[in-house]
Each structure stands twice: as structure tokens, then as C-alpha cells.
């Protein structure tokens, strides 16, 4: 599977990847000089602040190795979670519209989504073990800070790991669900199964919108407890859901060239898959620049540090490929049809939305350990690679398991193309 | 008397699918299917390219977001300046909602206005309008394939006998 991916991404586009990896590391170069530059100016200021306010909107100083693992380890993890949350979102769509595209990815995504509970949890343990190095507000007593007394019903440890905890539980409970039916009808083909997986589609996608929410702003907003966005779940879905239909598209082309999906991945479903990711590139853009928009204009305190932090150092250049690599390139790029459906110019948007995505998280989750910029270093690429190559084994264990697209579904035939004509119109003829 | 074309009629959305790869492949460039409903995989099968209406919505919605913009910059910035809230004269922030919207409603326009022009509408007139078998089975249950005379490569003969071994039952000369 690997040297066939590799290939598949470096073979096909050696002289393209060559000039992104480099752009990649000069950008990463530059940004640690300007960094190691700011570093030395910010310290100073920043000692002369602490002696005046007691303490900063994060954890100031130098952070210790625990601390810049845990949020290497986070952000990993936040992206990695993306993608299976994506996933399920995109099976229980498929069922809530009766979606007859759909059938082709449906059950890979079904894989995927199911990763949530238990792989996902058992990744999720060093995040809630490392929870007092990593969320500030874990140390901070809440009678000596206005903000976390205010929240304090949901930032304590107890709502912490409850929480956590039932957010797997619910997000088990709906993949599993929706996998264990579709399985099922693989083997006896009965229609009673498709109403079942409509039935946890429909409660579904409600535990979906308010689990979601509940991850995003435990494992991620709550870093900067102050802070208050009621579009922030919205904003960590529209991006999840973004990576993972360009990641569908990539994984459709894949499964396509190795011939588990040959005979039913037709253009038209990869024109769908990339009006599916163009969609959520501007569905994005339009949610994330709500909630800049809203703290822009009312100018509080309260919401606007949050974007102030992010403006200083590196980070304002993370921003700027937040607004022009995340939407206008992808946006304006992928406008025409022809675009939509090249393998070559798709698999490089893959990569280029895994980046984007990323930088994304980074940019939520980096400034409240490293005000000064963006830092990329060991414990982010450790992190990164060894949550993906866990889910990459349990995904293609579970992949090769099982067929690999739904073989019964009530509207295979059309996925292959073919008109059946319904057994009830027949007499009318 | 003039003729405006030849009519061929079909029963199934398949067959007229068939019959317009077959019309397409013969070389034909004067002709067009009416059908009840979209069909889909039909602009391939009558080798269609892709429209030409979406460059009419690019052209409005980039002439809506920049006069949105322009506008917002002139009002505030330039002709009567005001301070609103300690915000800046211009900001593309504040302005950006109102630019959208234009956005919008001119790449809206832009659509509208492109089919319409495209597809030469609107006109009084049509002559299959006045043809029987085209008004009652267009929009009812027929499948019909029209190739106009005023095609290079149309011939009596010859292009009843394609459309014949398409498969229609039912081909007849519509009048001017």
C-alpha cells in the first residue's frame, strides 16, 4: 500500500513536490530566525510584564519538554481527529440525503469514522494524562480568576474527563452503529438495514453537532479559557469536513488504482467528491470569517485578545495562509469543472489542504505556548506521524477486512451507472 | 414551403441517448434533443461542451465585489468621512458582508442574463412550437431529436435513414 501511495504522490509530480517540499523548508527556516530573533526581544518584555500583572493570557516563560510535547501531541492529534470526525459526518450525510453518489466512498469512510472509538480514545489517553501541563486553567484556582469562575460548571477536571469521555461514547455509538448495519446488508441485502442507518443518521447528526462542539472547545478553545467564540465548533467542523472530502477524493483515486473501487469510482464521482471539498472551501471561509468579523467589530476585550495573540510574530503569516492558501487559491483554482476532475492538480490540492489544514491547528492551538511564532520541531513530526501511521494500520486492517464498497446498498446499480427500472412502474407500461 | 428540420421521436431516455451519440458521431452541429426532464450524461452523449453561462456569473460577481467595495471606500472614506465605533475610515472587514452580497446578486444576474442570452431567449416564435407530435410529447413522455435543415451536412435521404436506425419509430418534416 505505502510505495503504491508514494508513488502515486511523488511519481506522478516529482518536479511540483520538489519545489513545495522546498518552499515548505525555507519557510520553516525563515520562520525559526525571525523566531530565535523575536525570542531574545520578547523575553525581555515579557519578564518585565509578568512582575507587573502576576500573570499572561498563557503559560509564559519557557515551557518545559512535557509541555511542548503535549502540544506537538495535540495538534497531531486535533488533525487526525479531523479526518475521522469528516468521515462520519460525510456517512451520515449519505444517508440523511439518501445520497446515491456517495455509495462508492461510503463504506472507506465508514472505516475511518469507526477509528473514532476505540483508537481514537486510546490516542486521546496521553492528551487527558498531560491535561495540567497542557490546559492552563487546569492549575489556575477559579477564585482568583474572574473568567474561569464565571465557566467553572464546565472547566473543572471532573466536567473535563466526563465529558471527554461520553464524547467517544456518542461518537462510538453512531460509527459503530452506522458501519455494523452496513455490513450487514452486504450479506443479506435487505432494505430494513439502509432504514436503520437512517434512523442513526438522523439522531446522529445532532450528537454529531453538539459532540463536535464539545471536543472543539474542550481539547482546543479551552486553552485560552477567556476566550469566547459560539462559532468555534463550527469553524473546527468546516475545516474537518474540508480535509477530509479532498482526503475522500485522494483516497478514492487510490483504492481506484489499486482496484478495489475500479468498477464503481466513475468521473462523475470525483466531480462530485471536489464540488463536496470546493463547497466546504468556501463554507469555511465564510464561517471562519464570521467569527473574525463579529470580534472585529465589537472590539471586546474578551474575544478580541484571542485574534491579537495571533497577529504577532509568525503567526500573522499563518493567518495569511489561512486566508489565502485555505480559500482564495483552492476557491478561485478549483472554479473551473476540468479542474475538479485532474488527478494530478486534485492529489497536489490533497496535500496542499492537509498543510493548510494543519497550519490551521497550529494556529488555534501554537500561540499559547509560543507567542513569538510558529514552531515546528521533533515532537510535532513524531506526534503527527505516529497517530497517522496507527490509524493508517487499523484503517487498512479494517479496509481489507471487509468488501470495500457497500455491495448490496439499495442504489449500487445506479453507482455503477446503471438504469434499473423500479419493479413498481412496470405495469404501466 | 420551407422545412425547418427533421423530427425524430423516442420512447425511452436511453434511446434518444443512443440516437444522440449516433447524431454526434455522424458530425451533425445543427440539432438538439427535447426531452420531459434533464438527462443525465446527455451533453456528453450530443458531445456539448461545458457551458459558457459561468463566465457571465464570474464577470458579475467580480464586478459586484469590487463596486461593492469601490462604493463602501468612496461613501466612507472619501466623500463624507465618518468615524463609526473607533473604526477605521476603510477597512475591508466592515466592508466585505455588503461586497458579498453584490457579489451575488450581480453573479446572479450575470447567470440570468447569460442564459438568456445564450440560449437567444426570449422570442416569440419557435417552429416546433406548431408542431403536434414536439407540443404534446416534449413535456409529456416523448423523447424527441430535431436536426435542422439549415445543418451543412443534412440531406433528406440520408439523414432519415440515421435517424431510422437509431431507432425511431416516428420521424417527420417540420415546417417553417
Request: hydrophobic share 50%; net charge neutral.
Amino acid at each position: 500500500m505505502t510505495l503504491h501511495a508514494f508513488q502515486l504522490l511523488i511519481g506522478l509530480r516529482r518536479g511540483v513536490s520538489a519545489v513545495v517540499i522546498a518552499l515548505f523548508a525555507a519557510v520553516l527556516l525563515g520562520n525559526s530566525a525571525i523566531a530565535a530573533e523575536q525570542a531574545k526581544t520578547a523575553a525581555k518584555t515579557e519578564q518585565a510584564v509578568d512582575a507587573h500583572h502576576g500573570h499572561t493570557h498563557g503559560p509564559a516563560g519557557h515551557p518545559t519538554e512535557l509541555k511542548k510535547f503535549g502540544y506537538a501531541y495535540l495538534t497531531a492529534y486535533m488533525f487526525c481527529l479531523s479526518l475521522c470526525l469528516g468521515a462520519l459526518f460525510i456517512v451520515i450525510l449519505n444517508h440523511l440525503f439518501d445520497a446515491q453518489w456517495m455509495v462508492p466512498i461510503r463504506r472507506f469512510l465508514e472505516h475511518i469514522a469507526c477509528q473514532l472509538f476505540p483508537t481514537m480514545f486510546i490516542l486521546w489517553l496521553p492528551i487527558g494524562l498531560l491535561a495540567k501541563e497542557i490546559y492552563p486553567w487546569f492549575t489556575i484556582d477559579p477564585d482568583h480568576d474572574h473568567a474561569l469562575h464565571a465557566k467553572a460548571i464546565l472547566f473543572n477536571p471532573t466536567a473535563f474527563y466526563v465529558v471527554s469521555g461520553l464524547l467517544f461514547v456518542v461518537w462510538g455509538f453512531i460509527a459503530h452503529g452506522l458501519r455494523r448495519a452496513s455490513l450487514a446488508q452486504d450479506k443479506d441485502g435487505a432494505a430494513v438495514h439502509t432504514r436503520t442507518m437512517r434512523k442513526y443518521a438522523a439522531v446522529g447528526i445532532f450528537a454529531f453537532a453538539f459532540s463536535l462542539t464539545g471536543a472543539a472547545i474542550y481539547w482546543m478553545k479551552s486553552l485560552q479559557h477567556q476566550f469566547f467564540s459560539t462559532m468555534y465548533g463550527v469553524v473546527y467542523f468546516a475545516g474537518s469536513v474540508w480535509v477530509t472530502a479532498i482526503t475522500t477524493y485522494w483516497l478514492l483515486l487510490y483504492f481506484k488504482n489499486r482496484g478495489d473501487l475500479k468498477d464503481v469510482a466513475r468521473e462523475v464521482t470525483f466531480h462530485d467528491c471536489g464540488k463536496l471539498f470546493f463547497a466546504f472551501t468556501v463554507f469555511y471561509a465564510y464561517i471562519h470569517f464570521s467569527q473574525y468579523f463579529l470580534i472585529w467589530n465589537a472590539a471586546v476585550p474578551e474575544e478580541t485578545f484571542w485574534y491579537v495573540t495571533r497577529e504577532k510574530g509568525s503567526w500573522w503569516w499563518v493567518g495569511q495562509i489561512t486566508i489565502f492558501g485555505h480559500f482564495w487559491f483552492p476557491f478561485l483554482f478549483l472554479l473551473p469543472i476540468h479542474r475538479k476532475i485532474n488527478f494530478q492538480i486534485m492529489s497536489m490540492m490533497a496535500g496542499w489542504a492537509w498543510f493548510c489544514h494543519y497550519l490551521d491547528l497550529q494556529f488555534n492551538i501554537g500561540p499559547v505556548l509560543h507567542p513569538d511564532g510558529l514552531h515546528f520541531g521533533i515532537y510535532d513530526v513524531l506526534s503527527l506521524v505516529g497517530i497517522l501511521s496507527v490509524l493508517i494500520f487499523m484503517f487498512s486492517r479494517a479496509f481489507n477486512a471487509h468488501p470495500p464498497y457497500p455491495q448490496r446498498d439499495p442504489r449500487v446499480a445506479e453507482t455503477f451507472g446503471v438504469y434499473v427500472e423500479p419493479v413498481s412502474s412496470k405495469p404501466a407500461h | 414551403m420551407n422545412a425547418y428540420g427533421l423530427l425524430a421521436v423516442f420512447d425511452t431516455p436511453a434511446d434518444a441517448m443512443h440516437a444522440a451519440e449516433k447524431v454526434r458521431d455522424a458530425g451533425y452541429s445543427k440539432w438538439d434533443v427535447h426531452t420531459p426532464f434533464p438527462v443525465h450524461g446527455m451533453d456528453a452523449a450530443m458531445g456539448l461542451s461545458n457551458s459558457k453561462v459561468g463566465w457571465f456569473t464570474f464577470l458579475g460577481g467580480v464586478t459586484g465585489y469590487t463596486s461593492g467595495m469601490i462604493m463602501i471606500w468612496w461613501m466612507n472614506a472619501y466623500d463624507y468621512k465618518i468615524i463609526i465605533g473607533g473604526k477605521p475610515m476603510f477597512s475591508p472587514f466592515f466592508s466585505f458582508p455588503v461586497s458579498y452580497e453584490l457579489t451575488i446578486l450581480l453573479a446572479s444576474f450575470g447567470s440570468l442574463i447569460g442564459m438568456f442570452l445564450l440560449n437567444r431567449l426570449p422570442r416569440l416564435h419557435h417552429p416546433l412550437l406548431k408542431n403536434r407530435k414536439f407540443s404534446t410529447g416534449a413535456s409529456h413522455d416523448k423523447f424527441i431529436l430535431v436536426i435542422e435543415t439549415a445543418d451543412p451536412k443534412f440531406n433528406d435521404q440520408e439523414t432519415r435513414k440515421l435517424l431510422s436506425s437509431a431507432g425511431s419509430k416516428h420521424i417527420e418534416l417540420v415546417e417553417d
